[in-house]
């Protein structure tokens, strides 16, 4: 929830436009008052997420995602309300202030020490590389690898002394505990003891897009071995934290997202980006030792049209190159593959041929498609019919991820001509894959669209009504939203308790206390107020599309069949015949008229 005044709030939201905002991460059309485009949060071939421009709302009719800006942010970025509006308030060049009167929530402090640590960390492991003796032995290592001042600089590199105390003395003299430096990562406990989790190590500060340190990589200066039973890796990256998950992040992207629109180069080292960046390309980033996840990829796609593969060359490049074309595609991106010839790495090419020679193989890449399927040549012999049939079963396979008509159809060209089978026995071959696998991919579309929308539908309608009676609450609510006038009108009739809905109760109320202090009533200011499921239950309700010829005879017909659906409830537990009388009254008169 939000602690900052709802002044501030307001102003960020002012400053910034949900469609030109939500534009960043999908294609709008314009339909209508409203823009619509494919969900960003679940796969979909037909248009049914919604922005309005005059709400400042976005909801999806497929999944049920809904909310204003900052809860879009907070979906696509992965952040808390504070981490989303701070993103938006830098965006709009809004100073937020530095403290607020509820003190904020317990992650959230947290997370503003885990930062906090990190800088510091990451300061005291430049200084110990630039400015001491002890550094000395990184300072030879980065010279050896031909790095640069000014990229040591940059990238702010630095030192882990071979020490178990160091880093946790500094930090214990800056104010922070053991048990703040436990969750930051940056000390581990074993065996009763609390020490530096990088020791001897060269460290690779990782950096998010808002220019936090949120992590760390280290490799260890000589040769990896084992300690008192312990294996100790080459490489050792932070574990995960409350600020940093190594499969939403990558190492560089704060630098590349500066660079090219068109492009982002994706090698697997740490020495494979700062090589390649200190050669003049800065268009580059790297996975933080895995494979390149989904998350990863959407986020690389923000940045640029292409992603260009350049993995090893190995073996196991050559496999993790091949699952990053999968993901890529699964998640609607386009990539294209760097072949480096003589050379292991991208950090190993350019120091033996030169940025020149690089940039020549970048402009040489290949589509993913043709890279898959020049493996599947060498894999398989053409001499005989066998190899043929083997090689034309796996290549069609390849060609379902492709969704462009035409360019299937080019490729089955090219394998006809390769493989001397015709066309149509390929093309068969092809649609009899498409088919046998349509189905599972539907099935599998399906449960995870309904997977989905069960996680969002986490408000429960209460018994406390009819469907019908929390339909037309929906219907009044929504009408309320749009006119002052309107809940001048209703208010007249119902109390906020009269509402038999928690959540309308709670909308009914927000939009009295509005008018009596004669606010406008600003539907993205109140969608902060809601978390969750709630979010999306209360989006549908202002996400209407009815159209109603005339308001204010509209809200007069809703009031009249609320009240007239309320009796009718209260008369199905109704025992005294009086009350009953009564209210059967009531009822006539409110149908009839008298």
Known sequence: MPYYPDDVVNEVFSENDIVDYVSRYVRLKKVGNDYSGLCPFHKEKS????????????????????????????????????????????????????????????????????????????????????????????????????????????????????????????????????????EAGLVIQRDGKIFDKFRNRVMFPIIDLRGNVIGFGGRIMGQAAENNGYKIPKYLNSAETPVFNKGKNLFSLNLAKKSSPYSIILVEGYMDVITVYQ??????????????????????????????????????????????????????????????????????????????????????????????????????????????????????????????????????NQISTETGISRDAIYSEFKKHVALHSNSEQNAAERELKKTKQENETVMIVNEGSTKLLAAEKKLIYLMSSSKKAVDTVKESFEVEDFCHPIHKKLVGMMYDARKENKLIELSMIMNDFEGGEVNYVSDIFYSFEEFKNSEEAIDELIRNIKIEKITEQMKNEKDARVIVELTKKLNELRYGG
């Open 47 to 182: 248009p049914s997420f919604h922005v309005s421009r005059d709400k400042q709302l976005f909801h999806c009719f497929g999944c049920g995602a809904s909310g204003n800006l900052v809860q879009f942010v907070m979906r696509s970025e992965g952040l808390d309300f504070v981490e989303a509006l701070k993103l938006l308030a830098e965006r709009a060049g809004i100073a937020l202030p530095e403290k607020d009167d509820g003190g904020g929530s317990k992650t959230q402090l947290l997370k503003k020490k885990i930062y906090e640590m990190n800088k510091l960390a990451a300061r005291f492991y430049y200084d110990t590389l630039a400015k001491t003796d002890e550094g000395k032995i990184a300072t030879a290592y980065f010279r050896e690898r031909k790095i640069s001042l000014k990229t040591l600089t940059t990238f702010g590199l630095g030192f882990a002394p071979d020490s178990y105390t160091a880093l946790r003395e500094y930090l214990t003299k800056q104010g922070y505990s053991d048990e703040e430096m436990l």
């Open 279 to 412: 050669a003049g390309i800065t268009n580059v980033a790297a996975s933080l030792g895995t494979a390149l996840t989904e998350n990863q990829a959407k986020l690389l796609m923000k940045y640029c049209n292409e992603i260009l593969l350049c993995y090893d060359s190995d073996g196991a490049g050559q496999e993790a190159t091949i699952r990053a074309i999968e993901v890529i595609n699964s998640v609607g991106g386009r990539s294209r593959v760097i072949k480096l010839r003589g050379a292991k790495d991208p950090d190993e090419y350019i120091k033996a041929n030169g940025s020149a020679m690089f940039l020549k193989a970048v402009s040489e890449a290949v589509a993913s498609t043709q890279y898959r399927l020049n493996i599947l040549k060498v894999k398989y012999s053409f001499d005989s019919p066998e190899g043929k049939a083997l090689f034309i079963s796996e290549a069609v396979q390849v060609l379902r991820s492709i969704s462009d008509a035409v360019t299937v159809d080019a490729y089955i």
